[in-house]
């Protein structure tokens, strides 16, 4: 989940170091990981000499760094990593890594998705940095920001084949201003069929583990939190035809008073009563307020 400057009208619409001498290039194509076979390219080659990093995340969650390197003909560093699923049925993962200058300095981002691992199985993957122009950049390594699982049953499709329930229920990105926080629950139906809402959506809020919590009041529409275009309308009947979609919201703030700070990173969605849940990840950082506010479902338009 990204966070940008609020646009509220828009919503519903461990460190791996590069070595003090020399470069983790060989290290890493020691056991194989070469993606361009390329091994030459003096301008990528980092400085011999840097600040040493304290030591990060480059394992959590079932998820480790195994290597570092760099493609020769654009410059890019990519990072070799692993996933494996400690569960007892498949789950989706979704890491976010930082890859950090030689004084730990953030330079870049990059999130990725892994679908479906088994149980017990362990897959090996690579993430590349994006963002900077090449050659104009220093990378001393790469850690672990964020690991997000979820049953894979449960795993928003975002694209692919339609699932089963014949909708594809993904979430925005969080619209953030002066401790408010809205963010868009959007519903595409692509079946064959009609498919029917009238209401609010269903939600579950799940801490780091995935347990329900309680504490925290759902409340239907703004419940005082705000004053959002459309989150107090009534609910109203909506028909979604092959290809339409619809969009509902959910709003909280981060204010911090009095006791500790309450962050959930999953809520279950179930889009109408007995519709097969979606797990998603707004990161709700509720501060102490112990309220969440979620606006009915509209009707949107077509891709």
Same mark, same amino acid.
């Given at each position: 989940?990204?966070?940008?400057?609020?646009?509220?009208?828009?919503?519903? #619409?461990? &460190?791996?170091?590069? +070595? %003090?001498?020399?470069?983790?290039? *060989? $290290?890493?194509?020691?056991?194989?990981?070469?993606?361009?076979?390329?091994?030459?390219?003096?301008?990528?080659?980092?400085?011999?000499?840097?600040?040493?990093?304290?030591?990060?995340?480059?394992?959590?969650?079932?998820?480790?760094?195994?290597?570092?390197?760099?493609?020769?003909?654009?410059?890019?560093?990519?990072?070799?990593?692993?996933?494996?699923?400690?569960?007892?049925?498949?789950?989706?993962?979704?890491?976010?890594?930082?890859?950090?200058?030689?004084?730990?300095?953030?330079?870049?981002?990059?999130?990725?998705?892994?679908?479906?691992?088994?149980?017990?199985?362990?897959?090996?993957?690579?993430?590349?940095?994006?963002?900077?122009?090449?050659?104009?950049?220093?990378?001393?390594?790469?850690?672990? #920001?964020? &690991?997000?699982?979820? +049953? %894979?049953?449960?795993?928003?499709? *975002? $694209?692919?084949?339609?699932?089963?329930?014949?909708?594809?229920?993904?979430?925005?990105?969080?619209?953030?201003?002066?401790?408010?926080?809205?963010?868009?629950?959007?519903?595409?139906?692509?079946?064959?069929?009609?498919?029917?809402?009238?209401?609010?959506?269903?939600?579950?809020?799940?801490?780091?583990?995935?347990?329900?919590?309680?504490?925290?009041?759902?409340?239907?529409?703004?419940?005082?939190?705000?004053?959002?275009?459309?989150?107090?309308?009534?609910?109203?009947?909506?028909?979604?035809?092959?290809?339409?979609?619809?969009?509902?919201?959910?709003?909280?703030?981060?204010?911090?008073?009095?006791?500790?700070?309450?962050?959930?990173?999953?809520?279950?969605?179930?889009?109408?009563?007995?519709?097969?849940?979606?797990?998603?990840?707004?990161?709700?950082?509720?501060?102490?307020?112990?309220?969440?506010?979620?606006?009915?479902?509209?009707?949107?338009?077509?891709?």
């Amino acid at each position: 989940m990204r966070t940008t400057p609020l646009g509220l009208a828009a919503v519903l #619409a461990g &460190v791996l170091l590069l +070595p %003090a001498c020399g470069w983790e290039r *060989a $290290a890493a194509w020691r056991d194989g990981f070469d993606p361009e076979g390329r091994r030459g390219d003096p301008s990528c080659v980092a400085p011999s000499t840097h600040t040493p990093i304290t030591s990060g995340d480059l394992e959590r969650d079932g998820v480790a760094i195994s290597g570092l390197s760099v493609r020769s003909r654009d410059c890019r560093f990519s990072a070799r990593f692993q996933v494996t699923n400690h569960e007892a049925e498949p789950f989706t993962y979704t890491i976010t890594f930082d890859f950090v200058s030689p004084s730990g300095e953030a330079l870049s981002n990059a999130e990725q998705t892994v679908p479906a691992v088994e149980p017990g199985q362990t897959v090996q993957r690579t993430v590349t940095m994006d963002g900077l122009p090449p050659r104009e950049y220093t990378v001393g390594g790469v850690h672990i #920001a964020k &690991v997000r699982s979820v +049953p %894979a049953d449960e795993a928003t499709a *975002a $694209a692919g084949p339609c699932p089963p329930s014949g909708v594809r229920v993904t979430l925005g990105n969080t619209e953030a201003a002066s401790g408010l926080r809205v963010v868009g629950l959007h519903l595409e139906n692509c079946s064959t069929r009609a498919y029917h809402l009238n209401g609010y959506p269903r939600l579950q809020l799940l801490d780091e583990d995935r347990k329900p919590v309680t504490g925290v009041e759902v409340l239907h529409g703004g419940g005082g939190i705000s004053t959002v275009t459309g989150f107090d309308d009534p609910p109203r009947p909506v028909t979604l035809k092959p290809g339409q979609r619809a969009s509902a919201g959910l709003m909280w703030r981060n204010t911090v008073t009095d006791g500790a700070s309450v962050h959930l990173p999953y809520v279950r969605v179930n889009a109408k009563a007995g519709a097969p849940p979606v797990m998603v990840t707004p990161e709700l950082d509720l501060g102490t307020t112990g309220k969440l506010g979620v606006s009915p479902w509209k009707k949107g338009k077509a891709r």
